[in-house]
């Protein structure tokens, strides 16, 4: 953490209000992202207890399992949640525009620019933590591999038909959310605290009710206050007032409230499927959606808040003004969409359990690329994130005092102006250390010459155009304020990697015929 | 006439005084003396823990209740696949051990499970270091513990554990097992559990070594441990072997650390005691004359941790923000303090932190445009805001 953002710490402490961490919003919010507030069973992998999900922030979609392990109930569940979320993910399947890629030719082998769909927009995943970031994978990978009667008629216990879409999906966007500054899948506590600090820690901030109670606390209360009740308050059975965010439940809750419950439900099942006769029937059938109804009503009281709550911190993260290079990034999670789809469409296999050296060694290179590309992007979007860089002495900000024309040696002398700069700034500049600044959006570059007196002298390097004379406005005038930075704006890829199929022996050599992968076997043990 | 006192009864009677007299004591286990280990300096902690102190009631009875418990679904799950792995006279499990940590032995056809119940934890202790020791002996034979009792000394005390199983190889060498319940999928599992399983391994590791000392000559204790889980989303077993050296070495060395519960019972007030039937302000002062020392990762570890972060925030301390936070601060160490100096009211303009705090409050009103001190480092005319807009926007 920089020095900045402890500060704000501080102030938060004791003005017993969030301070801001970020002027502008760094991520791209959807217009109509799908929010996502799932719980699961305590002690037990991939078993869904409920969920909300929709669009709509006053008409969630309930989804409920009454009794978690039980696998036919599961698929159910799951099938639900396909309906709401792949005609999601669907709708921006659709629209697209043509976009450029540079592809190389397979005969020529030359770098050539081919026509492509590009989905003009992309769904939005929204949940409320980064557990609910992890669930959304682990739920992807429990469902991709799944066969539905009509891929594999002989399979036992085959999966409803839209499921292992449902998991690749999920798998798409549980990927995509390691990748930094992508949107394609956010967790609202990292939202809100990326752009405020609290007077709590990291740890803390981890709870989105008291993240909230921080940033928005309510009339007549310190947000230290708020936050205490929105992490411990109870009522008189011992319930949390303002349940977790999950997937995890409340002990409490699960003792007390969802056991006796489902212990109701299954009474209840085992009694209809004991009834004698119709009358019976009817009467015991009754008691099962009461009981039902129960749990429905429980899951419900539990993920409501935490709805509301994700809407609402929604709400004030628009209040921002998006950053100037947020739609940059947010086209490369389109992209990054487009090609998803088209691997679905073409009939590809699932995701893989492992991805093979090179896949991995890939996947590696863009996660530090876009690294690198968020922390340069933020920076020059906001003027807060680069007062931490300035601190650090990885930029410099103030204003010109000096310019003298010179020119390049050689054989069409280039100009190279010299510029003096008044900063009180102390940034690590060394012999020749280049740095740049953002002209029209595109960086200029220039060398550091020297320090004169105080100020830093620079020669600017760079577009200024052809001819003998540099462009108007490219050079800088006496008088100008400047910010240049000792990192590059733009980020250059790697080395390009062999093909799979050329992987050398010291990584496991090439990956072979790509095999079927089969679903997770089904044991009488699955279910206690 | 009373038999003169050695010196460790006195001390365990003055523990017991420290918890009240009706109050019976709570036993160490190796998660409470990993997470001992992790925050060596607090001494609340280790005179609570070492007189056997029930941290959760003392917690309730002062007003701050600690948010730990348990899901009975995850219990059931727990013990279901705990006994599902030991079934069969621990056949699988052996199996387990043999394929991941000693393939070169004999496979294990059938192994010896020794009855390991006796009266209290010291009797259970020495039937168990008499199993060990029978079980080296057997040379050629596996042998499961299941269940046994170690003890380990801890500040001065013993504490009492009780590991899963232990697994005593044909070479005689023995071998720790963790049983745990979270999902291992596709070969990995969630990181901070298995590093949580692991520091609890290595605690059961150090006290193992301390029988194996005793005996002549001392067996081998592995250093990797097995940890048995489940296998993706069912109920099967699967296992890893997990490297633990690095684990013990850090908790041998915090153990050895902790300060000695005698040295802190010796500071104590007389007639301290805290016994959670006593008023909550006695308690409080009770609490309040040991020393605590608190980081937000002891929300996570410790029952007190709340009414710890309710007294750490109300003095103000920079701690509560995090350990990295108290670190960057350098001798300050207080809210007010750090805001004072950084705002130019206080401190010394010598001290680097003060210079780095002042350059740093500088900055962010600069960027925040708020007009506080600093708008000037640009000149004047136009704020720092917008002459970085600008620069970023051109």
């Known amino acids: 953490m920089s020095l900045i953002s402890t500060l704000a710490r501080l102030e938060a402490v004791s003005t017993g209000r969030a301070q801001p961490a970020a002027t502008v919003r760094h991520r791209h919010l959807a217009d109509h992202p799908l929010v996502f507030v799932p719980l699961t069973t305590a002690g037990e992998a991939g078993a869904p207890l409920g969920a909300l999900v929709g669009t709509d922030r006053d008409a969630p979609r309930l989804l409920v399992v009454p009794q978690p392990r039980d696998r036919d109930l599961r698929f159910q569940f799951l099938a639900e949640l396909a309906d709401v979320v792949l005609p999601y993910v669907d709708s921006y399947a659709g629209a697209v525009e043509a976009a450029e890629r540079n592809e190389t030719d397979?005969?020529?082998?030359?770098?050539?620019?081919?026509?492509?769909?590009?989905?003009?927009?992309?769904?939005?995943?929204?949940?409320?933590?980064?557990a609910g970031i992890d669930f959304v994978r682990l739920l992807g990978r429990s469902m991709r591999f799944r066969r539905t009667a009509e891929q594999d008629p002989e399979a036992p216990h085959p999966a409803p038909p839209r499921v292992p879409l449902l998991g690749r999906w999920l798998t798409h966007f549980g990927e995509r959310a390691r990748v930094p500054g992508s949107a394609l899948l956010l967790a609202a506590t990292e939202l809100l605290s990326r752009h405020w600090a609290t007077g709590q820690s990291t740890l803390e901030d981890q709870h989105l009710g008291a993240l909230l109670a921080w940033i928005d606390p309510p009339e007549g209360m310190t947000g230290a206050e708020a936050a205490l009740a929105a992490e411990l308050a109870r009522d008189a059975k011992g319930q949390l007032l303002h349940p977790p965010a999950g997937p995890a439940t409340d002990p409490a809750f699960d003792n007390k409230l969802l056991a006796p419950a489902i212990e109701r439900y299954d009474r209840a099942r085992t009694a209809l499927a004991a009834a004698e006769d119709g009358l019976e029937a009817d009467d015991r059938l009754g008691e099962l959606t009461a009981a039902e109804r129960a749990i429905r009503d429980l899951v419900a009281s539990r993920t409501r808040p935490t709805w509301d709550a994700v809407w609402r911190g929604l709400d004030l993260l628009r209040e921002l003004p998006e950053g100037a290079r947020v739609e940059e990034r947010w086209t490369r999670d389109r992209w990054s969409f487009t090609s998803h789809r088209d691997r679905i469409t073409a009939g590809e296999p699932p995701q893989p359990r492992r991805d093979d050296a090179v896949t991995a060694a890939n996947k590696l290179a863009t996660r530090e690329r876009e690294q690198a590309r968020l922390e340069a992007q933020e920076a020059l979007d906001d003027p807060l994130v680069m007062a931490g860089r300035r601190l650090s002495g990885e930029a410099f900000?103030?204003?010109?005092?000096?310019?003298?024309?010179?020119?390049?040696?050689?054989?069409?002398?280039?100009?190279?102006?010299?510029?003096?700069?008044?900063?009180?700034?102390?940034?690590?500049?060394?012999?020749?250390?280049?740095?740049?600044?953002?002209?029209g959006g595109k960086p200029q570059s220039a060398e550091f010459v020297g320090y004169d007196d105080d100020c830093v002298v620079l020669r600017v390097l760079d577009k200024m155009g052809r001819g003998k004379e540099p462009e108007a406005g490219s050079v800088p005038e006496k008088g100008d304020r400047l910010c240049f930075t000792l990192f590059e704006h733009e980020q250059r890829g790697g080395a390009k990697l062999p093909d799979p199929e050329d992987t050398p022996w010291t990584h496991g050599g090439p990956p072979g015929e790509a095999t079927h992968e089969a679903a997770d076997p089904l044991t009488a043990e699955d279910v206690l | 006439m009373p038999l003169p006192r050695t010196r460790g009864t006195a001390l365990r009677q003055q523990l017991a005084e420290l918890r009240g007299p009706d109050v019976p004591a709570k036993a160490l286990d190796a998660r409470a003396l990993a997470a001992l280990a992790a925050n060596p300096g607090c001494r609340r902690r280790a005179i609570l823990d070492g007189a056997g102190v029930n941290k959760a009631t003392l917690a309730s009875a002062l007003g701050s209740p600690s948010a730990f418990g348990q899901s009975q679904f995850a219990l059931t799950r727990g013990n279901a696949f705990e006994a599902k792995v030991k079934a069969d006279g621990g056949a699988e499990l052996l199996r387990l051990v043999h394929e991941k940590l000693d393939r070169a032995a004999e496979p294990p056809a059938h192994a010896r499970v020794p009855e390991l119940t006796a009266i209290g934890p010291e009797g259970r202790t020495a039937r168990t270091a008499l199993a060990l020791r029978e079980a080296t002996e057997a040379r050629g034979e596996w042998t499961l513990l299941d269940h046994p009792m170690l003890a380990l000394d801890v500040a001065g005390s013993p504490a009492f554990l009780e590991p899963d199983a232990v697994v005593v190889h044909p070479d005689g060498s023995w071998t720790v097992v963790e049983i745990k319940s979270f999902p291992m999928l596709d070969g990995s599992a969630d990181p901070a559990k298995v590093g949580a399983a692991a520091r609890q391994a290595a605690v059961y590791v150090l006290a193992l070594e301390e029988v194996a000392a005793r005996m002549e000559p001392s067996p081998e204790v592995r250093h990797r441990v097995l940890l048995v889980c489940p296998k993706d989303f069912s109920n099967l077993p699967t296992a890893s072997a997990v490297d633990v050296r690095k684990q013990r070495a850090v908790t041998g060395r915090q153990l050895a650390r902790l300060t000695r519960i005698q040295d802190i019972a010796d500071t104590l007030p007389e007639g301290t005691c805290f016994d959670p039937a006593r008023p909550a302000e006695e308690l409080t002062a009770a609490v309040e004359s040991v020393p605590a020392t608190y980081a937000p990762e002891c929300l996570a570890a410790c029952e007190l941790a709340f009414h710890c972060r309710d007294r750490s925030r109300a003095a103000g301390a920079v701690t509560s923000l995090g350990r990295s936070v108290r670190a960057e601060l350098g001798a300050l160490t207080t809210v007010p303090d750090v805001l004072a100096a950084a705002r130019g009211e206080a401190g010394d303009p010598a001290d680097p932190t003060v210079v780095a705090l002042r350059r740093a409050a500088a900055l962010r009103a600069e960027a925040l445009d708020t007009g506080a001190p600093g708008t000037g480092a640009l000149g004047t005319g136009v704020s720092g805001a917008d002459v970085l807009g600008a620069a970023a926007c051109r």
Do not use: F, N
């Not at chain 1, 397979?106 to 929204?126: M, S």
């Not at chain 1, 003096?420 to 600044?437: C, F, I």
């Open chain 1, 106 to 130: 397979p005969e020529t082998g030359k770098r050539v620019k081919v026509e492509v769909e590009l989905c003009a927009d992309a769904p939005q995943l929204i949940v409320p933590s980064r």
């Open chain 1, 397 to 439: 900000a103030g204003e010109v005092t000096d310019v003298v024309m010179t020119y390049s040696e050689g054989k069409r002398p280039s100009p190279r102006p010299l510029v003096t700069l008044r900063t009180d700034d102390r940034p690590h500049l060394g012999e020749r250390v280049k740095v740049y600044r953002s002209l």
